[in-house]
């Protein structure tokens, strides 16, 4: 039974060597056959360079580096792409998620569970403006999905079942931590305690995880343009009223006055054209994206023995 662990970098050269050790000592430790699968995000530091040293120390590394940064998504795709394990873990190269885990997630595989589950029990430290934005992110993204997202994350183990349905989905804009709950399977919880990062900073802008949750709500949820609709029914109705007054007022000979009016009703039905276009905009937009088909990520070097032929000799490394 090999276990695959994939972790995206991007710009982490402090964390690789670190973070390969430790999950190397941990691994073995409990005597669970592992092969670590680090993805460069098109890093601009040198993390592919780190990945390369640690590969050479330890030949259960393996790797790509991507041509430039495609995002986490993409990283966590390829990582799947590229993992042989029988069982795969993905998490964060940075150690927030604790490894001390991994063994409780192997275990509940080891008894059958084909997906484990990693569950925050805090966030961690963060500025509040990013405990704010993620918090409101992750209450919309909960009632779109129907599905609890604040305390889910991208920590997890997929049995290779779960991932290969991953893999063969046609999707290009993928939200892997939904996605893996969609495929439904026997799942398992763990919870973990979210750790301080020890070298480097997050990645995330505010910016970033605002156009992270519209992208990634939209990609789950039509909800949006059922809102046009809506807001359409509203306009109807309030035109009706107003079609009534305007009506009784012109057959009563009062009808001058109404600028106010006029005013008010070209502005908010304006706004609400708008705000339907630039929805139905967006849904148009990704659909373009998908049609396009172009690849999820393109990898420019790799790392380690990558032939699937290649995994019972590292096996026995
Ligand atoms: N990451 C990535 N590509 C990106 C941004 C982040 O592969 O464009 C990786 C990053 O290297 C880390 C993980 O995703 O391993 C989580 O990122 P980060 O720690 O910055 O996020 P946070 O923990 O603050 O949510
Ligand atoms: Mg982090």
Known sequence: MLLSIVLP?????????????????????HSIEYELV?????????????????????????????SRNFGKEAAIFAGLQLATGDAVIV????????PE???QMWKLWLNGAEVVEGIKENRGKESLPHKLSAGLFYRIMSRLIKMDMNASSDFKL????????????????????ALSFWTGFRREYVSYEVRERQFGESKWSSLSLMKYAVTNATSFSTLPLQLVTVMGVLALLFSIVL??????????????EGFTTVILLILVIGGFLMLSLGIIGHYIARIYEEVKGRPKYIISRTLGDMGKNKKEERKTV
């Open 101 to 103: 885990v991994i063994p």
């Open 38 to 66: 680090f993805i460069s995000d098109g890093s601009k530091d040198a993390t592919f360079q780190e990945m390369l040293k640690a590969s050479a120390e330890n030949p259960r590394i393996i790797g790509a580096e991507f």
């Open 243 to 256: 079609f009534v007054q305007t009506l009784v007022k012109y057959l009563s000979g009062t009808a001058v």
């Open 158 to 177: 997929l049995d290779r079942k779960v991932v290969d349905v991953l893999l063969g989905l046609p999707e290009r804009n993928t939200f892997f931590r």
């Open 9 to 29: 970098a991007y710009n982490e050269e402090q964390n690789i060597s670190n973070t390969a050790e430790v999950l190397a000592g941990l691994l073995a430790e």
């Open 91 to 98: 998490m964060d190269c940075d150690l927030q998620h604790p």
